[in-house]
């Protein structure tokens, strides 16, 4: 196989663009990595990104200074991986009693019900590494499905009406046309469907389901890129993007749920289920098969 030797300039921009990859505990994307060497300066046109694409591609396949073909993610191709199992009942009943965990419910003794909404699905690992890793978190894709925003609905009332409290649905995005046209379409076909749905279910009122339901879009907004100093999008001037945010402020976006959530309550819940799992691991290991 042949090496891949760069020429120094490409070399500097492969040097800074891993750099930016080790920065984060998190696996992130060409997209990502484009938009941190836009706001350094690196590149400032649209151009750049398809040349990045190549640098990296060529850095990848040829493992050069530290690049590997799996440094990077890919959000959108993954396998999906069926037929594995345990060699034997034994091999499962040792698994179990050593990982079997106990699972409550989480939101039993929160004030509200939160999740996170975003559209830019290639930083799903971002909000997942950032977002207290009990909400649930739905990445739109752009526009969002029928069959997805039925699914949310449907998802929602449930919560609802197992336990009559506030719904807080927090919601990022881009600063552009399309980023703001999208969260709203979904938002009021989402509501309509709710509305049927509770309604259909003889449980509840649709009303006061809408009246608890709270959708809120933390960013990006003016306020927001102006405070962080997100770039333009070199491919459309007067437009922004949320990878274009450094990842402190980005975490400090996200973790705003934490503002409707009582985070001690989630560890009581989670000290509980350990004292279950210890319980049943004790009772599994004196089983035998």
Same mark, same amino acid.
Not at 88 to 112: F, I, M, V
Not at 202 to 221: C, N, S
Not at 262 to 282: H, I, M, N, S, Y
């Given at each position: 196989?042949a090496?891949?030797?760069? %020429?120094p300039?490409i070399?500097r921009i492969?040097?800074?663009a891993?750099g930016?990859?080790?920065?984060?505990s998190?696996?992130v994307?060409?997209?990502?990595v484009?938009?941190?060497?836009?706001q350094d300066?690196?590149?400032?046109?649209?151009a750049g990104?398809?040349?990045?694409?190549?640098?990296?591609s060529?850095?990848?396949?040829?493992?050069?200074?530290g690049?590997?073909?799996?440094?990077?993610?890919?959000?959108?191709?993954a396998a999906? @991986?069926?037929g594995g199992?345990?060699?034997?009942?034994?091999?499962?009943?040792r698994?179990?009693s050593h990982?079997? %965990?106990?699972?409550l419910?989480?939101?039993k003794?929160?004030?509200?019900?939160?999740?996170?909404?975003?559209e830019a699905a290639?930083?799903?690992?971002?909000?997942?590494f950032?977002a207290n890793?009990?909400i649930p978190?739905?990445?739109?894709?752009?526009d969002?499905?029928i069959p997805?925003k039925?699914?949310a609905?449907?998802?929602?009332?449930?919560?609802?009406?197992?336990d009559?409290k506030?719904i807080?649905?927090?919601?990022?995005g881009?600063l552009?046309?399309?980023?703001?046209?999208?969260p709203?379409?979904?938002?009021?076909?989402i509501?309509d469907?709710a509305w049927?749905i509770?309604?259909e279910?003889?449980?509840g009122?649709?009303d006061?389901f809408?009246d608890e339901?709270?959708?809120?879009r933390?960013g990006l907004?003016?306020d %927001?890129?102006?405070r962080?100093g997100?770039?333009?999008?070199?491919?459309?001037?007067? %437009?922004?993007?949320?990878e274009?945010?450094?990842?402190d402020?980005?975490?400090?976006l996200i973790r @705003?749920?934490?503002?409707?959530?009582?985070?001690?309550?989630?560890?009581?819940t989670?000290?509980r289920a350990?004292?279950?799992?210890?319980?049943?691991r004790?009772?599994?290991?004196t089983?035998?098969?």
């Amino acid at each position: 196989m042949a090496s891949y030797n760069p %020429t120094p300039e490409i070399a500097r921009i492969l040097g800074a663009a891993l750099g930016y990859v080790r920065s984060v505990s998190y696996t992130v994307t060409a997209r990502w990595v484009f938009y941190r060497l836009l706001q350094d300066g690196t590149f400032s046109a649209k151009a750049g990104y398809k040349s990045l694409l190549g640098y990296l591609s060529k850095a990848r396949k040829g493992f050069w200074g530290g690049w590997r073909p799996d440094t990077l993610g890919d959000d959108t191709r993954a396998a999906v @991986v069926r037929g594995g199992g345990y060699d034997s009942g034994a091999e499962w009943l040792r698994a179990l009693s050593h990982y079997s %965990t106990c699972s409550l419910d989480r939101w039993k003794g929160q004030p509200n019900y939160v999740e996170i909404w975003f559209e830019a699905a290639a930083m799903s690992a971002q909000f997942a590494f950032h977002a207290n890793p009990n909400i649930p978190l739905l990445a739109f894709h752009g526009d969002v499905s029928i069959p997805a925003k039925w699914d949310a609905a449907d998802r929602l009332v449930n919560r609802w009406l197992e336990d009559r409290k506030p719904i807080y649905v927090l919601y990022y995005g881009d600063l552009d046309p399309k980023g703001l046209s999208i969260p709203e379409s979904a938002r009021k076909d989402i509501e309509d469907f709710a509305w049927r749905i509770v309604d259909e279910s003889g449980q509840g009122d649709p009303d006061e389901f809408l009246d608890e339901f709270h959708f809120i879009r933390v960013g990006l907004d003016t306020d %927001t890129v102006l405070r962080y100093g997100v770039p333009e999008n070199p491919e459309r001037p007067g %437009t922004f993007q949320w990878e274009g945010l450094e990842d402190d402020a980005a975490r400090e976006l996200i973790r @705003v749920a934490d503002d409707y959530l009582d985070l001690e309550a989630f560890e009581k819940t989670e000290e509980r289920a350990k004292g279950f799992t210890d319980k049943v691991r004790k009772h599994l290991l004196t089983l035998r098969l």
